[in-house]
């Protein structure tokens, strides 16, 4: 690890301990006024200074973050050679009136206009009337042309959840069906002092071989031969659509999946990993204990938090026993971390459980294939139907090289 890191994280990590001192002292009810660590003692005091704390841990959180991307990217490029990573004018009368006048004779009409009616009474002379005779039916937009409207070209898309867990984890390639890596499954270290003559204590490695098997994630999308070439919007909302639902799935997958081929193996069900229950405590208590099973048992720097939206919603909404919010005024967007570590907020994870990890450098997704795409009229009977297939699948496997480097939080 490089000085900066080590700097960075150790100023990140003293902050988190005195934030967690500050709620440890408030206890359960989050009753600031039994905050004594904090110069002033009354309960606006403490929370101006857990703010100022916050907007430290944002800063040091993401300084430190950028430190982890490049150490890890120098770590794994080291490790793998070659990776790479009215009023208009218009007939005032009303509809019906029109209607009535359009359906009558010449008679009728001449009868009823005004010079006529003015003759009856002896008058010589008077107004002239003009008798508007339809020869044919009346040509409306029901019965002629209808008015031709034009498409604004916006496509109003179906609402998907954005993908967030991939971004967590480094991407590397292999050009294998699996991964497989040595993992240090015994070490013990019997280093210790021995006087002149004295015998030297025995210590014990053993290395086991993990596999981690690429894996296939697939779709494919049917279109008539006259839809690709009468629209051209078509083509370009099927080459968004078709990568962007694979990725979903993946997305998903690197969390949840269940290992049984053809699923990846994700996070959740991966052995070795840390949990660490809810219970009494509040739930940035029990997130705290989660990073620090990690960087205790772990032996690792966790580097980001994934959590459902509702249960961020529940600690962003915290509020001390006066009833003022911990995590920032309903005036300000508020900062989405907690502990100083960003917060990914994502239903992919099931609510009521978090997920937190060193990503960074104990879990790789390594690429045998990217997203490709493919376009064939070999599928059924396509050929003579005009229809084409477009496919898109990608191939990758997920490894965690350090199951102890994630902890769940489980209650929230």
């Known amino acids: 690890m490089f000085p900066a890191l080590k700097e960075a994280e150790g100023k990140l990590a003293a902050k988190q301990a005195e934030l967690k001192g500050i709620f440890d002292e408030a206890g359960p009810e989050l009753d600031m006024s039994k905050v004594k660590s904090v110069a002033g003692g009354d309960r606006q005091a403490v929370l101006e200074h857990i703010r ?175 839809q690709l070439e009468d629209e051209p919007q078509a083509r370009g909302l099927i080459n968004n659509r078709l990568p962007l639902f694979v990725r979903l799935r993946l997305d998903g997958q690197v969390v949840n999946g269940n290992g049984t081929a053809p699923n990846l193996r994700g996070f959740l069900n991966v052995v070795g990993i840390q949990t660490q229950a809810k219970a009494t405590d509040t739930a940035p208590d029990a997130v705290y204990k989660a990073l620090t099973k990690i960087r205790v048992t772990g032996r690792a720097t966790p580097g ?17 026993s006066t009833g003022q919010y911990i995590w920032g005024s309903p005036t300000e967007a508020g900062p989405e971390r ?33 997203i490709d795409v493919q376009v064939s009229n070999s599928h059924g009977t396509f050929f003579v139907e005009g229809k084409q297939a477009i496919r898109a699948d990608v191939r990758c496997a997920l490894v965690v090289y350090r199951p102890a480097a994630l902890c769940t939080v489980t209650g929230l």
């Open 52 to 226: 100022a704390l916050n907007a430290e841990l944002d800063e040091l959180g993401a300084k430190a973050g950028e430190l982890r991307e490049i150490q890890a990217a120098a770590d794994r490029a080291a490790r793998i050679p070659g990776q790479r990573e009215s009023g208009d004018g218009s007939d005032t009368k009303g509809a019906g009136d029109k209607h009535e006048r359009e359906l009558k004779s010449i008679g009728e009409l001449f009868t009823a206009s005004d010079a006529f009616k003015l003759k009856q009474r002896g008058q010589t002379s008077g107004p002239v009337s003009s008798v508007d005779v339809e020869l044919k039916t009346l040509m409306t937009t029901s019965a002629g042309w209808a008015p031709e409207v034009t498409r604004t070209g916006r496509i109003a898309e179906y609402a998907y959840r954005p993908v967030q867990i991939l971004d967590l984890i480094p991407q590397t390639t292999t050009g294998q069906a699996a991964v497989q890596y040595m993992e240090e499954t015994t070490s013990m270290n019997a280093a210790a002092e021995v006087a002149e003559g004295g015998t030297y204590a025995e210590s014990a490695l053993a290395l086991t071989e993990m596999t981690s098997n690429v894996r296939k994630i697939a779709t494919f999308l049917p279109v008539t031969d006259e």
């Open 304 to 320: 980001s938090v994934i959590m459902h939206p509702t249960d961020w919603q529940g600690i962003r909404l915290l509020k001390d």
């Open 338 to 370: 907690i502990w100083g570590l960003p917060v990914a907020q994502s239903d992919v994870i099931a609510q009521g459980t978090a997920l937190a990890g060193d990503f960074a450098t104990h879990t790789e997704l390594a690429m045998r294939r990217g």
